[in-house]
């Protein structure tokens, strides 16, 4: 059975300043990799994914994340952080085999400090 | 385009009755999901439907979940006899495999709070 660990449930960052939304997951056979974000009283919105290739993906909004293996991490990054980022993040795993059901972590609250 | 749309938006019942929420997927979508979110946690699986394929119900937590989808289109989850564990906001998805690509984006409706007094 494939999880997802998201380790902090609240992240507070500057705004300008550089942010890290940290997740982990553990999977059978190669994963497949998501990012999420949920406004309030709002759907989740899809950020960015992780299939093949290049480990550094980048996604909406001038967000990006890196994969590594060795690490089992997936972490979600953006170099400049807005206001407007203020979001629940969730990070969602599959294994590149199956069905298309998503294993979701338990979110992280980012904060952006004007 | 109009995205996933769910109804009711919110729902309140009282502890024994019976609901059915709504889904209306993405027009095209071939798949789609229904997920349970709890206050205060992450997303739990609750059933696939992919095409006319048998529906994967793993995750359906009791027999008083069953949920239902008309080939490609509409898709509704019952819940009987509400418990008020079951209080939650119940979110559904939508993809369509694009040729080329290992895998699908699912794409989510606003959800429906279920509170069950």
């Known amino acids: 059975a494939q999880s997802v660990a998201q380790p902090e449930d609240q992240v507070n960052v500057a705004e300008g300043n550089p942010l890290t939304v940290k997740c982990t997951y553990s999977?059978?056979?190669?994963?497949?990799l998501f990012w999420y974000v949920q406004y309030p009283n709002r759907g989740l919105q899809f950020l960015l994914k992780?299939?093949?290739?290049?480990?550094l993906v980048k996604g909406s909004y001038g967000f990006e994340a890196e994969f590594n293996k060795s690490q089992t991490s997936f972490h979600l990054k953006k170099p400049s952080a807005l206001v407007s980022d203020s979001a629940l993040y969730f990070c969602?795993?599959?294994?590149?085999?199956?069905?298309?059901?998503?294993?979701f972590g338990t979110g992280t609250r980012l904060t952006i400090i004007p | 385009g109009a995205g996933v749309s769910q109804s009711p938006s919110n729902k309140v019942t009282e502890k024994g009755k019976d609901v059915e929420l709504r889904c209306d997927p993405i027009?095209?979508?071939?798949?789609l999901y229904w997920y349970r979110q709890r206050l205060g946690q992450g997303l739990e699986f609750l059933i696939y439907?992919?095409?006319?394929?048998?529906?994967?119900k793993s995750g359906l937590p009791s027999d008083r979940f069953s949920a239902e989808r008309t080939g490609e289109s509409v898709s509704t989850l019952t819940i009987q006899r509400t418990q008020q564990e079951d209080s939650a906001v119940y979110l559904c998805?939508?993809?369509?495999?694009?040729?080329?690509?290992?895998?699908?984006?699912?794409?989510f409706g606003p959800g429906t709070r279920l509170t069950v007094l």
């Open positions: 998805a939508s993809s369509s495999r694009l040729a080329g690509t290992l895998t699908d984006t699912q794409y």
């Open positions: 999977v059978s056979g190669n994963p497949y």
């Open positions: 027009s095209g979508h071939t798949a």
């Open positions: 992780y299939i093949t290739g290049d480990n």
């Open positions: 439907f992919q095409g006319n394929s048998a529906p994967d």
């Open positions: 969602a795993v599959r294994p590149n085999f199956g069905n298309e059901k998503l294993t």
